[in-house]
């Protein structure tokens, strides 16, 4: 280690080329140096590729190409010298972060795999974990929660034994603005509770997208068993789109607030009676 030289033999010749040729060997020779610290070893002393072991620290190290300092290769009584294997695997663990790199790329991500290469992680922005798939970035997590781009699904599957069918949940083609449905904080009364036969659903309880539990479907109340009454409310404050194919109903008098629109399409119908 050290300077390169052709071999260690000492060549007759005259006085200077024997001199170089001494002093080639020597810098070879140089290559191997231990001390307890750094700064015992002066310049004079090191030249650029040369090993040296630090022996209060046992770290063994390699001149830098200025020969201005040492950079540490490892310690020397650590197994792999301390440094992470290629196998890695549960008998090297790491013990501190790991630092990828903090491009914004989601065709290529920070984190991938080796056959699959546009798949991974990688840092969105600030505070901002990217997730890439196909080269493209499908959901983001930050600070607010998890939100999936493009209409993308959230999907809850049923056990494998049963089959591959699933639930799912995504965003309309479009929004006016944000909307945020709130889960209630209680599970809901027994169904007796409620008129008999029907059953409890998930409904909006206010315009802030608060959710609660209540008769399902909006079926007739009524005082003990009676189911009569049909109530609606009589100011329309979001913008609502009869469903295709389905007819609506209400009791008037209805008002339209102000900036809001009820779109009723071809071959459907509301009734205000």
Same mark, same amino acid.
Do not use: H
């Given at each position: 280690?050290?300077?390169?030289?052709?071999?260690?033999?000492?060549?007759?010749?005259?006085?200077?080329?024997?001199?170089?040729?001494?002093?080639?060997?020597?810098?070879?020779?140089?290559?191997?140096?231990?001390?307890?610290?750094?700064?015992?070893?002066?310049?004079?002393?090191?030249?650029?590729?040369?090993?040296?072991?630090?022996?209060?620290?046992?770290?063994?190290?390699?001149?830098?190409?200025?020969?201005?300092?040492?950079?540490?290769?490892?310690?020397?009584?650590? %197994?792999?010298?301390?440094?992470?294997?290629?196998?890695?695997?549960?008998?090297?663990?790491?013990?501190?972060?790991?630092?990828?790199?903090?491009?914004?790329?989601?065709?290529?991500?920070?984190?991938?795999?080796?056959? /699959?290469?546009?798949?991974?992680?990688?840092?969105?922005?600030?505070?901002?974990?990217?997730?890439?798939?196909?080269?493209?970035?499908?959901?983001?997590?930050?600070?607010?929660?998890?939100?999936?781009?493009?209409?993308?699904?959230?999907?809850?599957?049923?056990?494998?034994?049963?089959?591959?069918?699933?639930?799912?949940?995504?965003?309309?083609?479009?929004?006016?603005?944000?909307?945020?449905?709130?889960? %209630?904080?209680?599970? %809901?009364?027994?169904?007796?509770?409620?008129?008999?036969?029907?059953?409890?659903?998930?409904?909006?309880? /206010?315009?802030?997208?608060?959710?609660?539990?209540?008769?399902?479907?909006?079926?007739?109340?009524?005082?003990?068993?009676?189911?009569?009454?049909?109530?609606? /409310?009589?100011?329309?404050?979001?913008?609502?789109?009869?469903?295709?194919?389905?007819?609506?109903?209400?009791?008037? %008098?209805?008002?339209?607030?102000?900036?809001?629109?009820?779109?009723?399409?071809?071959?459907?119908?509301?009734?205000?009676?």
């Amino acid at each position: 280690m050290g300077l390169s030289v052709s071999d260690f033999t000492i060549d007759n010749a005259s006085g200077q080329a024997v001199r170089l040729d001494i002093q080639a060997c020597f810098k070879a020779l140089q290559g191997q140096n231990a001390e307890s610290a750094d700064s015992d070893m002066a310049s004079s002393q090191c030249v650029a590729g040369m090993t040296f072991l630090n022996t209060t620290s046992n770290i063994l190290k390699i001149r830098n190409s200025s020969n201005g300092d040492f950079t540490d290769i490892g310690n020397i009584d650590t %197994p792999n010298l301390g440094l992470l294997p290629r196998s890695g695997g549960s008998t090297a663990p790491m013990t501190g972060q790991l630092l990828l790199d903090d491009s914004n790329s989601a065709s290529a991500p920070a984190l991938s795999f080796d056959t /699959d290469a546009n798949l991974g992680l990688f840092r969105k922005s600030a505070d901002v974990m990217g997730f890439s798939s196909s080269g493209t970035e499908q959901l983001f997590m930050d600070g607010n929660g998890i939100t999936l781009n493009n209409q993308k699904s959230l999907r809850f599957s049923e056990p494998a034994s049963a089959g591959t069918e699933y639930v799912e949940v995504k965003a309309p083609a479009t929004l006016a603005s944000n909307l945020t449905l709130t889960l %209630p904080s209680t599970t %809901p009364t027994a169904e007796s509770t409620v008129s008999a036969g029907a059953g409890l659903a998930l409904i909006a309880i /206010d315009e802030s997208g608060a959710l609660g539990w209540g008769t399902a479907g909006g079926g007739a109340e009524g005082g003990g068993n009676d189911e009569i009454f049909w109530e609606n /409310d009589q100011t329309v404050t979001q913008n609502y789109e009869i469903t295709n194919g389905k007819n609506a109903g209400s009791f008037g %008098p209805i008002e339209i607030q102000g900036g809001v629109t009820v779109t009723v399409g071809a071959g459907e119908s509301w009734t205000i009676v």
